[in-house]
């Protein structure tokens, strides 16, 4: 078994230095600055260099949270690069690879004032960054914030793939992947399905792995054991020596509020009773069509029980990973008319965003209807708080079977064929998550 204390990198008491490479994205940035926190924990000598990259058409990344003056932070130059379509995905991809000559002459910049004893990357950046590290003889290591589940599902897919000639979601399978519950074929990651755009980019990451000086995973093993197990016994590699595996999670973003400055949702929840109300939030990149908000909005209502839920606009037709870009939805004209006065006494709504870890920490929330984003889970599993798992984009199908199948921490919301789920489905499940028992701490 590995631990933090071996993540050392041949430390000598100055000038050392070890460099973290995030994707660029929020929800990777912000776990990589808290393992750069923890790490120095361990290493209070250690300078830490986080280089930060972002997409033509984001603004400049914000750091997540203050962070202590050893951690230093590189912002690389914009890349000039015009979309060849709407779809952001290959787009986000193509940006890292034409970091490179970046990130290459980041590094010998570093070097110059610090030995650098390794990098951390982003398992987004593996395949580009990888090449780096081996010119320059520089340890690499992968990071993953994923659950162990899902780091063991790509460990393993060039051998899935190699078994099945058809598609995965063609297939109507349940597929037995080592360290992980019997995973419905439907329920794999669309990206590891044959002619999705990002087939061969998440092959090609999955194949890089193994070169990896030590795979890192933000999970812990008493959520995962079976995962951890079977990924240490070399199950998920059958054809190659697994590097050494550590799981440093939960890394959480701890916020605090408080003062004149405590969130309108924070006081309503002052004033409601112990484990009484249901949480709805689906992350920064999750929204509904309308129809579907006006379904959950009535699902709620005839539930009964007491909700806090954050409304986002609906998606634009031509954003794939569906980002807002309007601050504040008009929930008047978006839920069904009179919903906000007749449950005035129960729930609240808010606009885009809450807390989230101040929310699921808060004594009034009983349960937590969420889109199965790893950083979610973690969060609500450290606040003892049960899930029901809706899952919207990304490995966040292949999240629910975990939760529900394995880890035990979550009941599943059930969708249509379309994907859509109906007022009578909310309201079964938001009935049956806050009367259940299901992932109680």
């Not at 504040?328 to 906000?340: N, R, Y």
């Not at 808060?362 to 798992?389: K, Q, R, Y």
Request: proline share 10%; hydrophobic share 40%; charged share 15%.
């Amino acid at each position: 078994m590995y631990t933090l204390c071996l993540l050392h990198f041949s430390l000598s008491p100055m000038e050392e230095a070890i460099v973290i490479y995030p994707a660029p994205m929020l929800t990777h940035l912000a776990p990589l600055v808290e393992f750069a926190k923890l790490l120095l924990t361990q290493h209070p000598s250690l300078s830490i260099h986080i280089l930060i990259a972002t997409l033509p058409s984001q603004p400049s990344s914000t750091v997540p949270s203050p962070v202590p003056p050893s951690i230093i932070f590189h912002y690389l130059p914009t890349v000039d690069l015009l979309p060849t379509s709407t779809d952001l995905d290959p787009l986000f991809f193509d940006v890292i690879r034409l970091r490179n000559p970046d990130v290459r002459r980041t590094l010998l910049t570093i070097s110059n004032n610090y030995t650098l004893n390794a990098i951390i990357v982003d398992f987004f950046c593996t395949s580009a960054a990888f090449e780096v590290a081996s010119d320059l003889n520089l340890p690499a290591y992968s990071f993953l914030p994923t659950a162990l589940g899902a780091a063991a599902c790509l460990l393993y897919l060039p051998t899935l793939c190699n078994k099945f000639t058809q598609s995965f979601q063609h297939l109507n399978v349940l597929l037995d992947i080592p360290g992980a519950p019997p995973i419905p074929s439907a329920d794999m990651p669309p990206t590891t399905f044959k002619g999705n755009k990002l087939y061969d980019v998440f092959l090609d990451i999955a194949t890089n792995l193994p070169r990896s000086t030590g795979i890192i995973v933000d999970t812990f093993e008493y959520l995962e054991p079976k995962s951890f197990k079977e990924i240490n016994d070399g199950l998920c590699l059958p054809d190659y020596p697994t590097p050494p595996l550590y799981c440093i999670g939960p890394l959480i973003v701890n916020t605090t509020v408080d003062g004149d400055g405590v969130p309108q949702c924070i006081k309503w929840l002052d004033s409601q009773p112990s484990k009484s109300v249901v949480f709805l939030c689906f992350g920064s990149l999750g929204s509904f069509s309308v129809q579907q908000l006006k379904d959950i909005a009535v699902g709620l209502e005839r539930s009964g029980e007491r909700f806090l839920w954050i409304v986002r606009n609906p998606p634009l037709e031509n954003q794939s990973l569906n980002i807002d870009t309007k601050i504040d939805p008009d929930l008047k004209s978006l839920l069904p008319p009179g919903f906000l006065e007749r449950t005035k006494e129960k729930g609240l709504v808010v606009k885009s965003w809450a807390p989230q870890l101040a929310v699921l920490n808060h004594d009034s929330v009983g349960g937590f209807v969420t889109h199965c984003g790893w950083n979610s889970v973690l969060e609500s599993v450290c606040a003892g708080v049960p899930m029901l798992a809706w899952p919207l984009y990304a490995e966040q199908r292949f999240n629910r079977v975990l939760m529900v199948e394995e880890m035990k921490i979550a009941l599943p919301m059930v969708e249509s064929e379309t994907g859509f789920v109906s007022s009578t489905e909310v309201e079964k499940r938001v009935k049956e998550l806050m009367g259940s028992k299901e992932g109680d701490s």
